[in-house]
């Protein structure tokens, strides 16, 4: 019985204030601010092997070796970039620090060149 009148108790409360309408505040996402125009293009560090090589091996070994890659597909070609960056001279100092781990790892059949980044469409 005193479970019964528990049970009562908490579900009249449950149902209290429901005919009211309160309009609570719900909490705004942040708005994230769209990046200021740049004042001019940015950079990528384009790398791809000489050889036919799965992305996801070279990918992966970037990764491994502390370079963040994005992998973009354009005009049915697929392409592996480390950046953007803001600056060119940053993209070729970049390109330095991965020719050289390239060399450590013993990898010459993979290539880097500094090409300009793609827009979004």
């Not at 970039?81 to 620090?97: N, T, Y």
């Amino acid at each position: 019985m005193r479970k019964m009148a528990l049970v009562m108790a908490v579900l009249t409360l449950a149902g209290c204030g429901e005919s009211k309408s309160v309009d609570a505040k719900k909490p705004q996402p942040a708005v994230a601010s769209a990046p200021a125009a740049t004042t001019g293009p940015q950079w990528d560090v384009e790398v791809r092997g000489e050889t036919p090589q799965a992305v996801s091996d070279l990918s992966g070994w970037l990764i491994e070796h502390s370079f963040v890659s994005n992998v973009v597909k354009e005009n049915g070609k697929v392409r592996i970039l480390v950046g953007p960056f803001s600056s060119k001279a940053e993209a070729e100092g970049r390109q330095a620090d991965l020719t050289a781990a390239l060399a450590r790892a013993k990898k010459m059949n993979i290539e880097s060149l500094v090409v300009e980044h793609p827009t979004a469409q």
